[in-house]
């Protein structure tokens, strides 16, 4: 489904875990991608594909080889992305996109400040949840991209929130 989203030549944000993880073989089919992460195993699956790859330096962290911290968030600044894509720990459509890590929060939301549109990849076991950092109100992501699991009052409130939904 991510293929469909983006398109050749996009300028991509794109966070650390293992559903974006798995959406690398995706995107290095897409032609003319310049990517932006702080995920190292994201980089270096990428690295044999086209895409310009931006990794961002910061604290390394061992358990998702991953950057974080203020570094990471001033690199942040130095880009515009017509896209980011993110996972995130849960999703309330009535409260918005939330993380369990205030680290991988405050990415998401420097992510989402210099990008033009949000994507969410979230499966169907992340909604209705909270978790304890925000990263944003459910207005702010344009699309989802979720399994055909999700129930259907979810899917009937992202809707009516404006959030376009791909399962």
């Known amino acids: ?36 992460t702080n ?15 931006h990794l961002l330096g910061g604290r390394y962290g061992a358990d998702n080889a991953q950057t974080t911290g203020s570094a990471v968030i001033q690199q942040l ?31 998401a939301r420097a992510m989402i400040r210099n990008a033009r549109t949000v994507t969410v990849l979230a499966d169907a076991t992340k909604f209705g949840r909270q978790a304890a950092h925000a990263v944003c109100d459910i207005d702010q992501i344009d699309l989802i991209l979720s399994d055909g699991k999700l129930q259907r009052a979810h899917k009937e409130a992202l809707i009516d929130r404006g959030v376009e939904l791909w399962t």
Not at 39 to 53: F, K, M, T, V, W
């Open 39 to 53: 995920s190292c195993r994201l980089a270096e699956r990428l690295g044999r594909s086209d895409a310009i790859i």
């Open 77 to 107: 600044q130095a880009f515009r992305a017509d896209r980011a894509v993110l996972t995130v720990s849960a999703i309330d459509p009535a409260i918005g996109a939330m993380d369990a890590s205030l680290d991988e929060a405050d990415i």
């Open 1 to 36: 489904m991510l293929g469909r989203a983006i398109a050749p030549g996009e300028t991509i944000f794109i966070d650390t875990g293992s559903t974006t993880l798995a959406a690398a073989d995706t995107l290095a089919a897409i032609p003319g991608l310049t990517i932006i």
